[in-house]
C-alpha cells in the first residue's frame, strides 16, 4: 500500500526560505503524478505545485516565481522549496499522488487518491 509522509514544515520569518519534503513508499514515485496541497484555517484545500511522470510541473499563480516543485526518483521523493515566504502562505502542506500515466501535471484535489498527513507551515511578518 503507497504512503505519503512529509516533513520539513516550520515556522519562519517572511521573506524566508523552507524546503518541505515528501517520501513515496511502496511503489515507485516515477508511476505517478504528484502534487502540493495546503489548506488554511476556514479555507478550501488548493493546489499548489504539481508535475507528473516525467518532470513536467505548474504552478498556482500566487506562488510562481517563488515555489519549486522537484523530485528525486533514486530517493523516491519530491520536495517544495519555497522562497520569499509570504504570511498568505501559512497553511497546513500536503502531498498527493495519483498512479498511472499523465502527460500533464494538476492542481485539482479530485485527480489525486492518495496524500500524506501533511506538515505545518506558519510565516510570521
Known amino acids: 500500500q503507497v504512503q505519503l509522509v512529509e516533513s520539513g514544515g516550520d515556522s519562519v520569518q517572511a521573506g524566508g526560505s523552507l524546503r518541505v519534503s515528501c517520501v513515496l513508499s511502496?511503489?515507485?514515485?516515477?508511476?505517478?503524478?504528484m502534487g502540493w496541497f495546503r489548506q488554511a484555517p476556514g479555507k478550501e484545500r488548493e493546489g499548489v505545485a504539481g508535475?507528473?511522470?516525467?518532470?513536467?510541473?505548474s504552478y498556482a499563480d500566487s506562488v510562481k516565481g517563488r515555489f519549486t516543485i522537484s523530485k528525486d526518483k533514486d530517493k523516491n521523493t519530491l520536495y517544495l522549496q519555497m522562497n520569499s515566504l509570504e504570511s498568505e502562505d501559512t497553511a497546513m502542506y500536503y502531498c498527493?499522488?495519483?498512479?498511472?500515466?499523465?502527460?500533464?501535471?494538476?492542481?485539482?484535489?479530485?485527480?489525486?487518491?492518495?496524500w500524506g498527513q501533511g506538515t505545518q507551515v506558519t510565516v510570521s511578518s
Open positions: 508535475i507528473n511522470n516525467e518532470f513536467r510541473t
Open positions: 498527493a499522488a495519483r498512479r498511472g500515466r499523465w502527460f500533464s501535471p494538476s492542481l485539482q484535489v479530485g485527480d489525486y487518491i492518495t
Open positions: 511502496g511503489d515507485n514515485i516515477s508511476s505517478y503524478r
